[in-house]
């Protein structure tokens, strides 16, 4: 199989930031340095110089060279660089690059809502569709769902949330981190400099029911999930009441595609696990803070909720969902929730001031530890590094040795990111190891980016700035496919992910993927059969296929499109660089 990968120069195929780096590849036999030519949308030529040889990359296996034009600044569309004989796909040069991605990534949200009919006139008709999951035939609904045969002896009703991603599961530790993310894209409004006082996260940037309602829009999609994750919470005066179930979805698998009202399979609730009680417990500590100008009795109703969860989960501290649950749904299995334990007590402790949430911070030995792993700063499984940026970030009564400890903590993963883009030909943070392209390798790069978008908030030190920009660069095209990850920004991208509701690969009367929806992305280890398949034997990067059968490396997710809200918001932040 050769994918048509198109002109061999590759740049990001949105565009470069005025101020910001510009950095392309090419992918060539030649091992000399070769002039290159960038030129205007008229086709003159405006700036030119030579390349940089890279000899063989190894995540993709091709002989590449480097283009830098970052010196050339002047704001234009449809710039190209020509190289070798090859002209790359045209690309701009403005501020505004990234301004609608904001929105784009954060609309996704709403087009996964479960609960809800979803309204036509506000994202497009050929989104319209009837609420899932509230009990009308055939759907058995999520009104009052049982647990699976033995975990319990009643039934929650647990309506509302987003699907996780092509499927209709639901599951509380990858809501618990989509719903960190959007809060903490909201948050940075209020500690970053660059974030411009929140006015692009206000009320009515989004097209939703919501909007008008005074309260930023941001904080109304996160909401539909926080209401769904409380849901989830076991009542009180019932065995491990304070627990969290770790999951409700179907009990068999469904076919593709599958409208979330046409789903008839039994819905059921998995047992409750310490990891989804602490994700509960961090995620309402950050909904009492950040709703309580909101709505104080939904902020206080959040801080019960984290409280109790926090102490339910100290009280059973090892309670694991296991890998083999994965019939109908995806396991989100882990059996490691120290970092779960230290994520949930420093968001405690930023919200309450509570000394004893504080000792827990303290006494954690992730605290000290270098949290931020080369091949993903955090993800589903690892939140360490959630509690450590929000300590950095969120304004709190920690000694002043110990801020900067911790901040410092936040540029030195940084630095290390940085010195991991200088040694990839394809400028991304990310090891060009086929264990980093796993499965959701976007959402995993695009971490590290947000790693570097924080040291650059806490530090404005450029560079770091840089770093986030180059990630994006990866994203929009600068990579072996020549492909864009993101739905509708890029000449060439993704745009059949796997999802039973956007399947219009399968069927052309449903929707394509919305603009701003995130591709998972290239993994090596090929887990469906799909991608076994076709790519078998592919370079790192070259194991991705826009094609809705790869589950494992094109499905969209929650947790992948929160972290390219924060990303995008970031980006659009940065329009005077
Ligand atoms: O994102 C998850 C990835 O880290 C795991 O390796 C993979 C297999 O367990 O599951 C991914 O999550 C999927 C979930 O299990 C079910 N809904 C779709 C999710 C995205 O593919």
């Excluded at 340095?33 to 000899?55: E, F, I, M, N, Y």
């Excluded at 399979?265 to 417990?281: D, F, G, K, V, Y």
């Excluded at 827990?360 to 992730?366: A, E, K, N, W």
Aim: proline share 6%; hydrophobic share 40%; charged share 20%.
């Amino acid at each position: 199989y050769e994918p048509d990968t198109g002109p061999r120069v590759r740049v990001n195929q949105v565009g470069y930031l005025p101020g910001g780096p510009k950095h392309a590849t090419v992918v060539t036999e030649a091992t000399d340095a070769l002039p290159w030519q960038l030129k205007s949308g008229g086709g003159a030529v405006v700036a030119s110089g030579q390349t940089t040889p890279r000899g063989t990359d190894a995540a993709s296996a091709q002989n590449v060279q480097t283009v830098d034009f970052s010196a050339y600044r002047k704001p234009g569309t449809g710039y190209t660089l020509t190289v070798d004989g090859e002209t790359s796909h045209p690309f701009d040069i403005s501020g505004a690059l990234y301004d609608r991605l904001r929105a784009d990534s954060l609309q996704f949200f709403y087009a996964q809502r479960s609960g809800i009919a979803i309204d036509g006139d506000l994202i497009g008709e050929e989104y319209a569709r009837p609420a899932g999951h509230l009990g009308v035939e055939p759907n058995q609904g999520d009104t009052d769902v049982p647990c699976q045969a033995g975990v319990c002896d009643y039934s929650l009703d647990v309506r509302g949330g987003w699907y996780d991603a092509g499927d209709h599961g639901k599951y509380v530790v990858n809501g618990g981190i989509a719903t960190y993310q959007l809060l903490s894209t909201f948050e940075r409004t209020k500690t970053a400099e660059t974030a411009g006082g929140g006015a692009a996260l206000g009320d009515s940037t989004l097209r939703l029911p919501e909007r008008g309602n005074d309260v930023p829009d941001v904080l109304d999609e996160a909401r539909w999930e926080l209401e769904f994750l409380l849901r989830m919470q076991v009542p009180a005066g019932k065995p491990l009441a304070g627990m969290v179930h770790h999951k409700i979805h179907d009990r068999n698998w469904t076919g593709l595609p599958l409208q979330p009202q046409d789903d008839p399979q039994p819905r059921e609730l998995h047992p409750p696990s310490t990891a989804a009680t602490l994700n509960l417990a961090a995620v309402a500590a950050q909904c009492q803070r950040l709703y309580a100008p909101y709505d104080a009795a939904f902020a206080a109703r959040c801080g019960t909720a984290a409280k109790t969860a926090y102490a339910a989960a100290k009280a059973n501290p090892a309670i694991y969902a296991p890998a083999s649950d994965s019939t109908g749904g995806g396991a989100y299995d882990d059996t490691n929730v120290s970092d779960e334990f230290y994520w949930a007590a420093a968001e405690l402790w930023l919200t309450t001031g509570d000394k004893a949430y504080l000792a827990d911070v303290t006494g954690s030995p992730l605290h000290t530890a270098d949290v931020f792993a080369p091949n993903g700063a955090f993800g589903w499984q690892s939140v360490a590094a959630l509690g450590r940026l929000d300590l950095a970030t969120v304004p709190n009564t920690l000694p002043a040795a110990e801020k900067t400890r911790i901040r410092e903590s936040i540029t030195a993963a940084a630095d290390s990111y940085l010195a991991t883009i200088a040694g990839q030909a394809y400028g991304l943070p990310f090891p060009g190891s086929a264990d980093a392209y796993v499965w959701g390798s976007n959402s995993n790069l695009v971490n590290n980016a947000i790693v570097l978008g924080t040291a650059f908030d806490l530090s404005r030190d450029a560079k770091y700035r840089d770093g986030a920009v180059q990630a994006a660069d990866y994203l929009f095209g600068r990579n072996a496919l020549n492909m864009s990850y993101v739905t509708g920004w890029g000449e060439q991208h993704a745009r059949n992910q796997h999802s039973r509701i956007f399947g219009h690969q399968l069927n052309p009367d449903l929707p394509r993927p919305p603009a701003g929806s995130l591709a998972g992305g290239p993994n090596a280890a090929l887990q469906d059969p799909f991608a076994a398949n076709l790519l078998a034997g592919c370079a790192p990067m070259f194991c991705y296929v826009d094609d809705i059968n790869s589950y494992a490396t094109n499905e969209v997710a929650i947790n992948w499109n929160s972290a390219l809200a924060w990303l995008a918001s970031f980006l659009a932040d940065q329009g005077d660089a």
